[in-house]
């Protein structure tokens, strides 16, 4: 299993970001796909997630209305776009994926598989 994180970088307050997870080696129906962050010196912690199999969403409360979880089957791709960003959104960003779970669930229950993560850094 794969899930390849890309499209972190260095933005100003205010500013977009799309981070992307590239998923493969597993079978993506039956999994729900997740982002996690985690800022220097705090622990992980879950931002949102999407089920690919109905395509529900769930988001953390601190980035619903400005974060926007979406995926693209034929690319087996999990998009993350990121608008309004602030400076207390620095962290690392990771993929993840559950097998047969509620994206709901996601917040609450470790993922099977993880992702290496990409930095998004927002300066003020």
Known sequence: VQLQASGGGLVQAGGSLRLSCAASG?????????????????????????????????????????FTISKDSANNTVYLQMVSLKPEDTAVYYCAARRLAFARSMASMEPNYWGQGTQVTVSS
């Open 26 to 66: 597993l079978t993506l129906s039956s999994h729900t796909i997740g982002w996690f962050r985690q800022a220097p010196g705090k622990e992980r912690e879950f931002v949102a997630a999407i089920s690919w199999s109905d395509g529900s969403t769930y988001y953390t409360k601190s980035v619903a209305y400005r």
